[in-house]
């Protein structure tokens, strides 16, 4: 695991976010995405990043991440996926 998303983990634990395994998959692709395209992916490309079928699957998964309050969607909107940046809620509180 690289040292990012060894942080990234520790910071969504320490705010109380449960995470499975594959959502901490699907948010770090979708981290990376963005980081390398400038924009979020689309759930067909979620999905063959991780290396699923299914869509439905991804969207999902993408809707408890945003229950969670780690990302937005945003409704009709082609590539609307935006994370939101927990260190500073974290940074906030104390």
Sequence with gaps: ?????QSGKAVLSRVGVDMTERKRQILEFIRAYIKVHGMSPSYEAIALGVGMKAKSNIHRIVRRLQEDGILEVKPKKFYGIRLFDRTVKEISSL
Excluded at 1 to 5: L, N
């Design 1 to 5: 695991m690289t040292e990012s998303a």
